[in-house]
């Protein structure tokens, strides 16, 4: 049996404006960095939505949870940079307490009512079973508060009234697109590969100190590609395409 080809992404104007929303500094620069590139040299504005400063970094270092704030916030804002992106919001819940609570649901709705994406990408709120780190309950929660937030949170003028007592009118996202899914679309990120190696070696204090980052990066990306029938030597990132408008 022939494998099954997936769609590569295509842009065809319909997405001008863009979400990216996840846990961690550093989790859109592993995840979509490369598509987020891509985008960007469309024109698409790009924001990103951090539901946490990354104070729970997972180092060894004897940094406080405000000076890890800090430094994390800073590489962030540099990696976003490095794709194109100048609007970054931090929430700054508690790293590694993320849950999918109403609170959290209304702060994801604000900032969607507020960029008022075509598009958000977010993380998968299913486990996966055979990575598991790409399965942090962080990454669970924030997928899931995000797409309540998309559906049915921001477009419903009934949820969170005080948002648009604030100014935040209704908005309805018509597509999202999950990371760290089985994947239904790739996005070919060959030629912005190097703006992806860049935005991921701007979080110094995660990756500084990990040997073969390009090459792990490279192989995960090929595998990708390969996945979705793309030629050799081809790199993918990958998506579950949902329709939500």
């Known amino acids: 049996m022939s494998k099954k080809v997936l769609p590569v992404f295509s842009y065809d104007k319909k997405v001008q404006r863009a979400l990216v929303v996840v846990a961690h500094p550093d989790d859109v620069d592993f995840g979509s960095a ?6 960007t040299n469309h024109g698409v504005d790009v924001a990103y ?20 704030t800090a430094f994390r916030e800073a590489e962030q804002r540099a990696a976003a ?21 109403l609170l959290l649901r209304r702060e994801i709705s604000r900032v969607i009512r507020s960029h008022r994406p075509d598009l958000v990408i977010t993380q998968s709120p299913e ?48 597509t999202v697109w999950l990371s760290g899914s089985q994947p239904t679309m790739v996005v070919d990120i060959t030629k912005v590969f190097d703006r992806k190696l860049a935005a991921l070696q701007r979080h ?24 979705a029938g793309l030629p050799k030597g081809h790199l993918g990132e990958g998506y579950r395409v949902v329709q939500t408008g």
């Open 127 to 174: 486990r996966n079973w055979d990575r598991i780190r790409a399965s942090h309950p962080d990454h669970l929660a924030a997928g899931e508060a995000a797409l309540r937030a998309v559906y049915p949170d921001s477009r419903n003028p009934h949820s969170f009234p005080e948002l648009a007592r604030e100014g935040f009118a209704p908005h309805t996202v018509e």
């Open 81 to 101: 940079l490095e794709v194109g992106v100048t609007n970054v919001t931090f929430l700054r819940w508690p790293d590694g307490q993320v849950e999918p609570t």
């Open 204 to 227: 110094e204090s995660q990756v500084g100190n990990i040997d073969g980052l390009e090459k792990m990066l490279k192989t995960w990306a090929r595998a990708t590609a390969k996945n």
């Open 49 to 68: 939505c951090l539901v946490t400063s990354g104070d729970a970094g997972g180092d060894d270092s004897s940094h406080t949870k405000e000076e890890r």
């Open 34 to 39: 490369g598509t987020v590139a891509t985008l």
